[in-house]
């Protein structure tokens, strides 16, 4: 069946470490997204991208970091310049063109520790 | 700024009763509306959207949402809801054009037998 495989479900950052998130889909939607989800705060957009090799910012991309280069594959790291990244991180994808909605994975909950 | 508002954050009600879900959005100018819903520690999943057309949308699970551009709302309804409906909803707005799809903060509905 055809979705989008986010991993791992749970992930433990130390203080000044590195992580990475990672998502693969197999719809061969062009577009994909990196959202994060705090508690009474909905989503916010992270980083997104349109076409291989290309992303840009979101509303909060401070201290996250992306690439693409593959259709499939939107990896995103959560650097140590990232002070809050207790949340539950999205990833998402759709069709190219605004009104097709989107196909979200289950996400992963990254705490730190 | 374009914005998207729903109205409550949390809603209780009874099992077989009605419910709404209130969601207003910042303009008036072309756009298209989702509804997704999101169960604990899942993704989200499209649930309906507002295209063009009729203003009235269904769902295959009862739910429904009517589009007034006038005020420029997007309320989500459903005459009996069940146990199972228990979830958060999250109301999302594509500006045609734009590109990016705003979420609002998102409605716990939970249900009660």
């Known amino acids: 069946d055809g979705g989008i495989t986010q991993s791992p479900k749970y992930l433990f950052r130390k203080e000044g470490q590195n992580v990475t998130l990672s998502c693969e889909q197999n719809?061969?939607?062009?577009?994909m997204y990196w959202y994060r989800q705090d508690p009474g705060q909905g989503l916010r957009l992270i980083y997104y991208?349109?076409?291989?090799?290309?992303?840009q910012k979101g509303d909060i991309a401070e201290g996250y970091s992306v690439s693409r280069e593959k259709k499939e594959s939107f990896p995103l790291t959560v650097t140590s310049a990232q002070k809050n990244p207790t949340a539950f991180y999205l990833c998402?994808?759709?069709?190219?063109?605004?009104?097709?909605?989107?196909?979200f994975g289950s996400g992963t909950r990254l705490t730190v520790v | 700024a374009q914005s998207v508002t729903q109205l409550d954050s949390q809603v209780p009600v009874f099992e077989e009763a009605p419910v709404e879900l209130r969601c207003n959005y910042s303009s008036s100018v072309s756009v298209y509306l989702f509804w997704y819903v999101q169960y604990p520690n899942q993704g989200l999943q499209l649930l309906l959207k507002?295209?063009?057309?009729?203003?009235l949308v269904e769902s295959i699970n009862g739910f429904e949402a009517e589009f007034n551009k006038s005020q420029t709302s997007f309320h989500l309804r459903k005459p009996s809801v069940h146990i199972s409906d228990t979830a958060e909803y999250f109301c999302?707005?594509?500006?045609?054009?734009?590109?990016?799809?705003?979420f609002g903060a998102g409605t716990r509905l939970f249900v009660k037998a």
């Open positions: 507002y295209l063009s057309g009729s203003t």
């Open positions: 998402a994808s759709s069709i190219a063109g605004d009104n097709y909605g989107y196909t």
């Open positions: 991208s349109q076409i291989v090799n290309d992303f």
């Open positions: 719809l061969n939607h062009d577009a």
């Open positions: 999302a707005v594509t500006y045609t054009g734009g590109f990016k799809t705003i």
